[in-house]
């Protein structure tokens, strides 16, 4: 799933094949940009924004790209097979002499001026993995509206932008909320904004994404002694398969800190009416609880 990380690791693909390079070819595979020949303008940097991609050309252009749930961006070696997915699902395709960029699935794909690229982006907190990331800002911004459950703060990507789905969950875990508990409520805000910039850093250069060797398990809920969590657990040892995460995806498999099985529901948190899993443990996280 393209989070922060995912997003930031295609950048650096797509820069390190094209950038300093000319293109020789462009086909950008949507009706609105049917016409737009970028052939002959040098790519000068891929960059990310949050969980957004950002192509910059000569000439004070911008290719804006944007992931979503399973667009993806895959580099090959010119005369290399392309290995994507089907024909019908490329959107754009950047040659150079020596790299092809084959984009597929694309759901947002645009062409602007590089001085409008606040247009696209300009509404995003402040970026995780950015040279300028600003944690009193995003703090600020998380606890602007503290009845808004947590969840929801955390996957606006107006607030930090580079959080999706699977790290909204670990997250929650290691704040020992529900991702329904107003964010208001949460225990050490700033250790929450922290652990976001942490574990998106520490992933940004692995190719399986892992939070159980990254922070220790330090959640803070305060609870009663009929119900304290049993003794925390090591986290899985290099992160096995299967280990790598502490809640995400492992409903109805043991809490790696407290053995009791984890919980999912689906429900609504990013303010787009969709509805995506949502993973938790009953025992070492408190709060509300919704989904269905």
């Known amino acids: ?25 462009s086909d950008l595979r949507v009706p609105r940009l049917a016409t737009a020949g970028l052939g002959g303008r040098t790519v000068l940097e891929v960059t990310p924004r949050g969980k957004h991609l950002l192509a910059r050309l000569e000439g004070g252009l911008t290719l804006h790209s944007h992931l979503r749930m399973d667009g993806s961006w895959q580099v090959y070696r010119s005369g290399e097979r392309w290995r994507g997915g089907p024909a019908h699902q490329i959107r754009a395709v950047l040659s150079t002499a020596g790299h092809c960029a084959v984009g597929y699935r694309l759901p947002v794909l645009e062409l602007l001026r590089t001085r409008d690229e606040a247009r696209a982006v300009g509404h995003l907190g402040p970026d995780l993995l950015g040279e300028d990331w600003d944690a009193r800002e995003a703090l600020r911004r ?4 503290p009845a808004r459950p947590l969840g929801a703060a955390l996957l606006d990507q107006r607030n930090l932008a580079g959080v999706g789905n699977v790290f909204m969950a670990e997250l929650c875990f290691l704040a020992g909320s529900t991702p329904w508990r107003p964010v208001g409520e949460v225990a050490a805000p700033e250790r929450l904004v922290a652990d976001a910039r942490r574990l998106l850093e520490a992933n940004r250069d692995r190719p399986d994404r892992t939070t159980t060797t990254t922070t220790a398990v330090t959640v803070p809920v305060t609870v009663t002694a009929a119900r304290a969590p049993a003794p925390a657990r090591a986290p899985a040892p290099g992160g096995r398969r299967g280990e790598r995460l502490y809640v995400y995806g492992r409903a109805g498999r043991p809490c790696l800190r407290c053995g009791t099985p984890v919980r999912s529901a689906m429900a609504q948190h990013d303010g787009r009416g969709r509805e995506r899993p949502v993973y938790w443990c009953p025992r070492c996280q408190s709060g509300p609880v919704g989904g269905r």
Do not use: F
Not at 142 to 145: G, K, M, R, S, Y
């Open 142 to 145: 998380l606890l602007a509206d």
């Open 1 to 25: 799933m393209p989070e922060g990380d995912t997003v930031w690791q295609a950048a650096r693909r797509l820069h390190d094949a094209l950038a300093g390079h000319r293109l020789v070819r």
